[in-house]
């Protein structure tokens, strides 16, 4: 009798920590992306994160791989009449790197890429970030911009008129600096609720989200404050030939793929700067070329269809 007792308790407890294991999983999921960098203001580093064993960002390689039955296809998009997957390579956190390398990298092929700043970085110099001189040389090479809130806010743990600043605070540096206010936004941290989403609105055209899902964007039935995107933020061959997939998948579908990357490092990790995700430019390199190689076309956010 009590070896039953014991029984069924075990047989109770073993199934408790299934589902505790399936539902951690499902979480893990949908968990953001994103460094969590040091905000200008409260101190906090990207050393911290990094010492976080939970930070689900330590390691860019350690990023789950596609669940290729989630992609989503366009193929009954408005844009049958491409050939080939449509791309748009997209940078967050204004990074030097996205002058230094990702710049001159795109540029060999005739490609413009988007960048999501957040100006207080340029407007107070900070290191191994991009200056205002470098964002004016490539926009008018034809580089995008776009708002990455003013100060690399938490937009989900922002009260309304914070939110609103940071809009006013971008608008601002935008324009003094002799840019176009940003029509678009990229979520730090991918994070917010639905009534940033209200404010963003009255600001911005459209929002990309910064999900570990490998999500083609579907023209069809596309929330444009949930823009979905890909991450190629890599370090290894191996996600290198993940991502070189997604791309020959999007050209058989017509797909379109928002890549998104963080600091690109030259040679080895940390040689631009010490930011939590970081991709070799040489993988980099790589699967541009691969999507140059495939045929397929390329835009920026401020042309996103
Ligand atoms: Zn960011």
Redesign the pocket.
């Given at each position: 009798m009590k070896f039953m007792k014991l029984l069924r308790f075990a047989i109770v407890s073993l199934f408790m920590v299934i589902v505790t294991i399936f539902i951690i999983n499902e979480v893990s999921d949908h968990r953001m992306d994103?460094a969590p960098?040091p905000f200008p203001n409260n101190g906090a580093s990207s050393q911290d994160a990094a010492k976080d064993p939970s930070n689900p960002v330590l390691n860019a390689d350690r990023e789950l791989s596609s669940n290729s039955e989630g992609v989503i296809s366009n193929s009954q998009a408005p844009t049958e009449n491409l050939n080939s997957a449509l791309i748009i390579f997209t940078f967050?956190?204004g990074n030097e790197s996205d002058y230094v390398l990702a710049y001159s990298i795109l540029k060999k092929y005739g490609i413009k890429g988007t960048s999501y700043i957040s100006p207080y970085y340029s407007d107070h110099q900070v290191k191994h970030k991009l200056s205002w001189n470098q964002i004016k040389e490539m926009a008018a090479d034809g580089w995008d911009f776009e708002d990455?809130t003013y100060s690399?806010i938490n937009m989900a743990k922002s009260a309304p008129e914070q939110i609103r600043q940071s809009m006013e605070q971008v608008n601002k540096a935008f324009t003094a600096n002799g840019l176009k206010i940003p029509v678009a936004l990229a979520y730090?941290y991918g994070k917010f609720v639905r009534e940033t989403i209200d404010i963003v609105k009255e600001y911005r055209a459209q929002a990309r989200l910064a999900y570990y899902a490998d999500d083609f964007v579907d023209l069809s039935n596309v929330d444009l404050y949930r823009i979905p995107c890909v991450s190629a933020d890599m370090r290894t061959e191996e996600r290198l030939k993940e991502k070189e997939r997604l791309v020959d998948k999007a050209c058989s579908e017509n797909g379109i793929i928002v890549f998104r990357v963080h600091c690109l490092y030259r040679n080895e990790v940390d040689d631009m700067g010490k930011e939590v995700v970081q991709t070799s430019s040489k993988l980099f390199e790589k699967l541009v070329s691969h999507c140059v190689k495939k045929g397929c076309a390329f835009t920026t956010m401020n042309n996103f269809p």
């Open positions: 994103e960098e967050d956190d990455h690399h730090p």
